[in-house]
């Protein structure tokens, strides 16, 4: 009954999430907006779905998200500014977990926010259009009731592991940049992700192959059904859809399939935005292991005993 239960919670996300990215394209393509835009408003309510367990969540996080926004946007040209708002923004949205859902949900509200400026290139100007999109988004996640299936539990030591976190994506943002310039914020994202539902350096490691299986198989299987559909702009519409679904519904315990529909559903987007290339997906992942390495890293040498951080009893460290 219990995995029923699970299946037909996931089920009603991922349909919801579908229903609410498809509302909101048809919306700003009505409106006129650009590519920049449509983007912008997807990335929204597939945040949302993984932010929002319940409406004080979104009220919460949806300033912070235009704020976090318009922050990355101003940022965006100035590298070392970028990474010095960047880490203290980590540092808040991780240590923000200790509040529960709610707090997880602004954490992920907040970053979200200043990854998307990054991966859309804004820039200050372009802050009130990719607002208005932000906007009917949030819209649309109301008119649909999206909603998390699985909200985090907040970790036993947040502020380690807000330091583990931060530590880990100041090696990703300069190792990251070393790599590709352009394209240094996957593997920042990927520092974060690894330490979400983790307690220890065996978890961490854990997740991160995970995350690095899921998007090597996902760059080859979105490659060959990119490169198939590239000259239909609809059918690219329709994978990128079904792979969010696929993202929403599968459990969390097989992440390493969560990231192989994450990745599809990137390759899907990049195809739509005329930015898909052989080379990008394997800048995606190099960057994706670099993120990887520097989360492990990162928890191995801040963890006191190595592995065991999760037997410690459950108070703040």
Known sequence: MGRTNNSRIRLTAATRAVLGTAATLTVLAALGQPDTSLLAGGFTVMTSALAVDRLGTLALGAPLYLAALAAGAVAGPYPVAAALVFLPLIYAAVHARRYGPIGHGAGVFA?????????????AADVPQLSVAVVVAFCAVLCTGVRVPN?????????????????????????GHLVSPDHWYWAVVTTWVVFINTESTGEVLRQS????????????????????????????????????????????????????????????????LDTFSADVLVLRVHETALGACCGVLAARLQSRDGYRDHDRPPHDG
């Open 111 to 123: 970053f979200m926010g200043f990854f998307l400026a990054q991966f859309t290139e804004a820039r």
């Open 151 to 175: 909200p985090a539990e907040p970790p036993r030591a947040v502020t380690r592991q807000a330091l583990q976190v931060t530590a880990a994506s100041a090696l990703a943002i300069a190792g």
């Open 209 to 272: 192959v995970r995350r690095l299986v899921g998007t090597v198989l996902g760059a080859g299987a979105g490659y060959g059904l990119a490169t198939l559909a590239a000259p239909y702009g609809p059918l690219l519409l329709v994978l990128l859809l079904a792979c969010m679904f696929g993202m929403f519904f599968t459990s969390p315990d097989a992440y390493w399939a969560v990231t192989f529909f994450i990745t599809g559903m990137l390759c899907m987007l990049l195809a739509l």
